[in-house]
């Protein structure tokens, strides 16, 4: 029997632990200090499974692995993963199954990565010449330009994905791709936000922190530019 932690409140369990100020994995190694490498925490209406060692942790993903091979149901994956129809994020199942071996066989396999390193290689080329060109427009008299890497890696990520898929990319400062980066930087935000009805889901119809608005706004985002 795996020991449930200490402190759990009627309704919300120990969420109130996770609103402090502690970051949570040094929270939860403190309380592994005190409930062991494994246990029990409540979150919301959801128990929830936390192990910290490196034995359960090969327990769980190697031994019983199909017993945690599902994703948790989430607001996110709703709204922005199709209706739990997006690969990345769909439950474990028949049809996550299915999709898997379509994209082992068609997008994943050996094959399939020797014809798209061609493009990688490319857009690496291509980002590089970017920076070169920037540099021959904005030296001044010291002959240094600064660079912004953490969206030149961005530019980089955005079209090696958006060429894979569709054959094009973004030239920098291009509208459709200034979109569809911020489209995704909102997704991926969103993706890993607490969303408080997830825990207890009849909080949905007050839509505590607008998430689902901001969701559906996203998901038309990211729509409009795929569609285009």
Known sequence: MVPEATGSWPIIGHLHLLAGSQVTHKLLGSMADKFGPIFTIKLGVHRVLVVSSSEMAKECLTTNDRVFASRPKAMATELMGYNYASFGLAPYGAYWRQIRKIVVLELASQHCL???????????????????????????????????????????????????????????????????????????????????????????????????????????????????
Do not use: C
């Open 114 to 228: 020797q014809m798209l390193a061609d493009i990688q290689v490319s857009e690496v080329k291509s980002s590089i010449i970017d920076i070169y060109r920037s540099w021959e427009r904005n030296k001044v008299s010291s002959e240094m330009v600064m660079v912004d890497m953490k969206q030149w890696f961005g530019n980089l990520i955005v079209n090696m994905v958006v060429r894979m898929m569709f054959g094009n990319h973004f030239t920098p400062g291009e509208q459709n791709g200034d979109q569809f980066q911020k489209a995704i930087k909102r997704f991926l935000v969103l993706l890993g936000a607490f969303v408080p009805s997830d825990a207890i889901p009849w909080l949905r119809w007050f839509d505590l922190g607008g998430y689902e608005k901001k969701m559906k706004k996203t998901a038309k985002e990211v729509d409009v530019v795929f569609n285009g």
